[in-house]
């Protein structure tokens, strides 16, 4: 969490908090499978790739989950 928490700070004081790691990892999943795109057609990564891409950005932007919570229990865990 720590290393994660430094980059998610790190990213947000560069975008001026335009950007965060909730929004770039999904993101960048979604770039990949887009680029794996043309390039394979027996098995569908690019397909597998955009799948997570959507879920784990609807999954991180849940409307009943207040970051504030999410922190504390991850906290906790520690």
Do not use: C, Q, Y
């Not at 569908?44 to 409307?63: D, G, K, N």
């Amino acid at each position: 969490m720590g290393i994660f928490g430094e980059l998610d700070d790190a990213i947000r004081a560069a975008t001026g908090n335009v950007l965060d790691l909730k929004v770039l990892i999904p993101l960048l999943a979604g770039i990949l499978g887009i680029v794996l795109l043309p390039k394979t057609r027996s098995t569908p990564l690019w397909l597998t790739l955009m799948i997570f891409a959507f879920s784990s950005f609807l999954m991180l932007h849940e409307p009943g989950t207040p970051e504030a919570e999410v922190a504390e229990i991850a906290a906790e865990l520690v």
